[in-house]
């Protein structure tokens, strides 16, 4: 069974590809984008957890 971790990061609008880009260069995949207590982006991610 796969074990998972998981990440939330906030989104700047105007870099959010690099954002994203550079957490899934490390194996990160994004899982959902929502709105942030503050009213900014906030991006949830997982990877499965190396053994």
Do not use: C, D, F
Request: charged content about 15%.
């Amino acid at each position: 069974m796969t074990k998972w971790e998981y990440l939330t990061t906030p989104l700047i609008v105007h870099n959010t590809s690099a954002i994203l880009n550079n957490w899934g260069s490390e194996g990160w995949e994004l899982v959902q984008v929502v709105t942030g207590p503050e009213g900014g982006l906030v991006a949830y991610l997982k990877r499965p957890v190396e053994a």
